[in-house]
């Protein structure tokens, strides 16, 4: 969670506003516009001005609002801390006013870019501008009095201690002047004003110190009058505030030697008026200034009244010296501890269990954990074999040691040269068999596939259930293929992997392919010769393709022929007695022809061709558009004198340039 607001950015005034929002559509723009431009070009002039002064309101607007605390959306205690501090109520219109402002400047934008879209001259459209950006001004400086409060607000905000509202917590409280900064200043490092008079500290201060590897923040609070809380001033009321929503312990500091100014009896009937802020708190009663004056040494009936206050037994008592220094760590060492417990507790009590009880969390790990026990709880006694307890102690010096295996390497040329033995340990019926050399075949079998002593019948009872099922058919085909088909289909098999080759090694043969995209076969162009190529080794006609790939006066000039062909005689006709290599030949001559025009070719009438020359034109306007210097180009011209921007100086005055 956010505790400080030390980067909120500054809050202009309305008049740096307006510089930073005109200045910034001067540079950002164009600034030539002539009347002898289109009238769409002066447009889109004024209506690119209107629109990016109303964007860069907008976005000034929003990232003001978007950089303060939003309210309902921070913890209580920073919410109450900012309405005692500044008033929730003149926060939130100054933040509705800037948002405001937001939306009228967008809904004028949007009005006047209306009217701009139906202007008719360069002085029309340049006076709609200027009313524009007036009336955006204008409501701009509307918001001195808001942007003056935000700006303040920020500044008050960045110097706000940052205070952890969910952290480990000691808050300091009491009447003024009973030593508070002072045992702020004991045990942490806080630059604390320390004064010997009332309402020094006027603000919260935090300090922070370690404890058990634990970071712990210390509060010091403004100083407490015993009155009613609408009488409270801002001071007292920050005090307040952290006392409700912050979970802390409680330190309440007491001056019984009368010296803050406050009686005893005063000081008491305080902690009584602010106890119900200090609910489901631990709280401590720090008793202060010891060496001047101790609880013993106060009237029985002040005693009485102060064990009054402890009666629950919710409170402990503490007493230190900030002067002397007695106590100040025990004091602090008290309270840390208890509060860390009270912490531990709480956490362990939160949420609810399945019975709906509390104590969940608690509950819920208890119910994971299964502690299991060995044997159903019996004890087992540990057992060493004899020969272990009987192993006698190994001993480097003693020459009737064991030999171990590093005995062994170094007697027979240490490490490199010694091999382990690893047949040492076999396992065998005979322990002579060791190192033996093992057979590959013996008595003419694998020694190491599996020896069973029933084999040979179980491999007679298998080859006659074989000859069995031979005799009834059993691995008879249903459809027998006849030699000439399954040649057939074997031809066609290599004809496959011919082709998968050819395609591989195409693939490889292009090099180029290393550092580019590699294209799919689908989408790569074929021309029409590898098209009816493929498509005559598949077997089809291509008569009706070469046909459609011609313009259509050759078409028709073909289909003509060919009519004039029908009405002869037919008995007079050559008949080929290879069709397909005929009509393979004359596709290939009609692909080689240079007949084909791109203009023409695939467009079906003239209104068609006319709209595609439209729309080629048009795209190539955009383009031309895109490429061609605007009135945006800032562009130093080659009229400058080259002495004057390039070339080193000399020796010699430099006046003339």
């Known amino acids: 969670m956010k505790t400080t607001w030390k980067d909120i950015p500054p809050v202009p005034t309305q008049q740096e506003f307006l510089d930073i929002v005109l200045s910034r559509t001067q540079r950002k723009l164009p600034t030539q516009i002539r009347a002898g431009f289109k009238i769409s070009r002066i447009r889109a002039f004024y209506t690119r001005k209107v629109k990016f002064s109303q964007e860069t309101f907008s976005e000034k607007f929003g990232a003001i609002l978007e950089s303060f605390p939003r309210l309902q959306d921070i913890h209580p205690f920073h919410k109450d801390l900012l309405n005692t501090l500044y008033d929730a109520d003149h926060f939130r219109i100054a933040l509705g006013q800037l948002s405001t402002a937001k939306h009228l400047i967008e809904t004028i934008s949007r009005d006047y870019v209306r009217l701009l879209k139906y202007g008719q001259s360069l002085f029309q459209c340049k006076q709609l501008k200027r009313a524009a950006l007036g009336r955006m001004a204008t409501i701009c400086k509307r918001l001195k009095d808001p942007l003056l409060y935000l700006d303040q607000v920020r500044q008050h905000l960045g110097r706000l201690p940052s205070i952890d509202p969910n952290t480990r917590t000691l808050l300091i409280c009491g009447y003024p002047n009973v030593g508070k900064s002072s045992f702020l200043k004991s045990i942490t490092r806080a630059d604390v004003d320390v004064q010997p008079y009332a309402f020094t500290t006027k603000s919260l201060f935090v300090g922070h110190f370690d404890y058990k590897y634990l970071r712990f923040q210390a509060i010091d609070t403004p100083g407490i009058l015993d009155h009613p809380l609408e009488e409270m001033n801002t001071i007292e009321m920050q005090s307040i505030t952290a006392i409700a929503h912050l979970r802390s312990a409680i330190l309440y500091f007491m001056d019984l030697s009368e010296q803050c100014g406050y009686t005893v009896q005063a000081q008491i009937q305080l902690f009584k008026s602010i106890k119900p802020l200090f609910s489901n708190k631990l709280v401590f009663l720090v008793v202060n200034k010891i060496d001047v004056t101790r609880p013993e040494d106060l009237s029985p009936e002040l005693q009485e009244e102060l064990q009054g206050l402890m009666k629950a037994g919710e409170i402990e008592m503490l007493q230190l ?26 956490k362990l009590k939160a949420g609810t269990n399945n019975s709906g009880n509390i104590g969940g969390r608690l509950a819920d790990v208890m119910s994971r954990i299964h502690v299991a026990q060995p044997m159903g709880g019996q004890s087992l006694e540990t057992f060493i074999p004899e020969g272990i307890k009987n192993l006698k102690k190994y001993d480097k010096g003693d020459p009737e040691r064991r030999k171990l295996a590093r005995d062994v390497e170094a007697e027979n040329g240490g490490a490199g040269v010694f091999n382990v033995d690893m047949r040492a340990d076999y396992l065998l019926e005979n322990p002579e068999w060791k190192y033996d050399k093992i057979p590959e075949i013996f008595d003419g079998k694998n020694v190491y596939d599996f020896i069973d002593p029933d084999i040979e019948a179980k491999l007679a009872a298998l080859e006659e259930e074989e000859e069995k099922l031979e005799q009834e058919g059993y691995y008879d085909s249903d459809d027998e293929i006849d030699d000439d088909e399954e040649a057939e289909v074997l031809r066609k098999a290599e004809l496959i992997r011919e082709k998968q080759q050819l395609i591989r090694n195409e693939a490889r043969m292009k090099k180029r392919l290393k550092n580019q995209a590699i294209i799919p076969r689908s989408k790569t162009k074929k021309s029409f010769s590898q098209l009816e190529d493929a498509l005559d080794q598949l077997g089809v006609d291509t008569r009706n393709l070469a046909d459609r790939a011609q313009p259509k006066e050759v078409r028709r000039g073909r289909s003509m022929s060919r009519s004039r062909l029908g009405t002869e005689d037919a008995d007079s006709m050559d008949v080929d007695s290879k069709p397909r290599d005929r009509l393979r030949s004359r596709a290939r001559s009609m692909s080689r022809a240079p007949t084909t025009n791109r203009r023409e070719d695939g467009v079906q009438d003239e209104l068609t061709r006319s709209k595609a020359e439209k729309i080629a034109k048009l795209n190539q306007k955009r ?31 430099t006046g003339r340039r």
Not at 641 to 650: T, Y
């Open 321 to 346: 010296s900030c002067n002397t220094q007695e106590g100040v760590q025990e004091v602090k060492n008290a309270a840390c501890e208890r509060l860390i417990a009270e912490r531990v507790n709480q």
């Open 623 to 653: 383009m031309n558009r895109m490429a061609r210097q605007g009135e945006a180009d800032r562009h130093t011209t080659v009229s400058l004198e080259k002495h004057l921007f390039s070339g080193k100086r000399g020796i010699g005055k």
